[in-house]
């Protein structure tokens, strides 16, 4: 059932409706995302009943593992969101302002607010989210917490002002916060056990804590050194992702790592929160987007030179891996006239 409480916005010249999520629908539908969430009213998910977790109307995650051709329209939400991108790098705009949102950054939209995830498409990655109804939909709106919030008084002040009044939208998350979202997904993926709901209300009141605790602290800057290993393996990953002489070398997970200054574990943790993907997979996908690129260019290539030159030392093993990448041949792939999406990327 629909929430009764102002669900359509209106400006000077342009109404916007809440959220009604149809591309990410169809990306669920098509198997292009993997999702789970439960849900209330129109928002995809499973069934919630009303009586669960008052005011909580929608809660989930999804997992991109490619990059995606879709995005979600500028809408606005019935209640405060709060989202987690895990793994990935993904573009956000609020109240056109433009952010690229990283892996362990999380974000606060209130309902009065415009926003949009993608850019125009959004990238691989693992985002977690909920939808918490604060009764308010204007910013003079006096906020009203769920009775199953269990922050004293006085945090849940100092919560509503933080959330209220900070034009920051991104912000750098904490161990605590991440280990909440966590939780949460697992319930969400146990929600028919026992005891689900009471698990989640805990999850729920210690992720409003660690929000609380992160805006206190002003958890707003990596530490530095930490943001330039980062900064080094999205460099790196980029060059395999633009630059075709990179990605045809005879890479192995030990000497990528120690191209970037690192050991296999970090470079590996990095590289996952960067690309959603292993360094092996993501080297694969690489490697055939470049060799998708050069059939189209170069028709006459034979598919094992073409294979070759992209860095594959099995012709049967390339074949196998574009077929399941593309669902056609290198061969028929070569020979269609229109390229699927995917191979621009």
């Not at 056109?96 to 950054?105: S, Y």
């Not at 750098?172 to 698990?199: D, V, Y």
């Not at 210690?206 to 958890?219: F, I």
């Not at 070398?249 to 959603?276: D, H, P």
Request: hydrophobic letters at 35%; charged letters at 25%.
């Amino acid at each position: 059932m629909r929430q009764q409480l102002a669900p359509i916005y209106q400006t000077r010249r342009t109404r916007h409706e809440i959220d009604r999520c149809v591309p990410q629908r169809r990306a669920i539908a098509e198997g292009k995302i993997r999702f789970h969430a439960l849900s209330k009213g129109h928002y995809p998910g499973k069934r919630m009943k009303a009586t669960s977790l008052p005011g909580l109307n929608s809660i989930g995650y999804w997992d991109a593992s490619e990059p995606q051709d879709w995005g979600l329209e500028a809408h606005r939400n019935e209640g405060v969101e709060i989202s987690f991108l895990e793994t990935g790098v993904m573009d956000f705009t609020v109240d056109r302002q433009h952010f690229e949102v990283h892996a362990g950054d999380f974000i606060v939209t209130r309902p009065w607010q415009l926003h949009r995830l993608g850019g125009p498409n959004i990238g691989p990655g693992r985002l977690h989210w909920l939808i918490l109804d604060v009764g308010v939909r204007r910013p003079n709106q006096e906020w009203r917490w769920p009775a199953w919030v269990s922050l004293t008084p006085p945090d849940r002040a100092a919560l509503t002002r933080q959330l209220r009044h900070n034009e920051n939208p991104v912000w750098k998350s904490s161990p605590e916060i991440a280990t909440s979202f966590r939780g949460l997904a697992e319930c969400i993926r146990r929600w028919n056990q026992p005891h689900m709901e009471s698990r989640m209300l805990n999850l729920l009141n210690q992720l409003l804590l660690g929000l609380l605790d992160a805006s206190t602290q002003h958890l707003t800057h990596e530490n530095a050194e930490l943001a330039l290993r980062r900064r080094t393996v999205e460099l790196f990953l980029r060059d395999l992702t633009e630059n075709a002489a990179s990605s045809s070398e005879a890479w192995t997970l030990g000497k990528m790592a120690a191209q970037c200054g690192l050991g296999i574990t970090s470079f590996s943790k990095y590289c996952r929160e960067l690309v959603n993907a292993g360094p092996v997979e993501f080297l694969n996908r690489c490697r055939l987007d470049q060799a998708a690129r050069l059939l189209k260019a170069n028709p006459k290539l034979p598919v094992t030179e073409t294979a070759f030159r992209c860095g594959f030392n099995s012709s049967q093993y390339f074949a196998t891996s574009f077929r399941r990448r593309f669902r056609k041949t290198p061969r028929a792939y070569r020979d269609t006239r229109t390229t699927p999406s995917v191979a621009a990327q």
